[in-house]
């Protein structure tokens, strides 16, 4: 027999993620993210993909999320070739609040899950994100 009640469900993800894995990114605060990288046996290179290299922690790479005259695709493309140079880096999202969210022509979703690589997804609130699950290492 066929249920008649919508089902209740959580807007948020209900389990974290202990590691971030290609096509599945994680979302974690930026002292989230530093913190749970000193952890692993070996720190791996990371990118940021921001609006301003002033906003990239220490250690980490810029990739340009936003260029005055360059449209998404273009933004995109370089991306791409970045991912293509760096096969093993990591890639950081910046979606803080009052960061410029990157410029893409494909929906930011597909664009990260296409990428075989790890992606963590930097926010201002980990916990009460909806798309991607928070990253939290086990103890």
């Not at 989230?32 to 000193?38: G, K, N, P, Y």
Request: glycine residues 4%; charged residues 25%; contains cysteine.
């Amino acid at each position: 027999m066929r249920k008649k009640e919508p089902l209740s469900v959580d807007v948020t993800w209900r389990y974290p993620l202990p590691m971030p894995m290609p096509h599945q990114p994680v979302c974690a605060t930026e002292l989230e993210a530093i913190d749970q990288l000193a952890r692993l046996p070996h720190k791996p290179n990371i990118f940021l993909w921001t609006d301003d290299k002033r906003r990239c922690p220490k250690g980490w790479g810029f990739i340009a999320s936003v260029r005055q005259g360059v449209p998404p695709e273009g933004v995109e493309a370089e991306l791409k070739a970045w991912a293509k140079q760096y096969p093993k880096a990591w890639l950081s999202v910046d979606l803080r609040d009052g960061v410029i969210p990157p410029s893409s022509s494909t929906p930011l979703n597909d664009l990260l899950a296409s990428l075989n690589r790890p992606i963590i997804v930097l926010v201002s609130h980990s916990p009460e994100h909806e798309d991607w699950p928070q990253w939290v290492l086990p103890e």
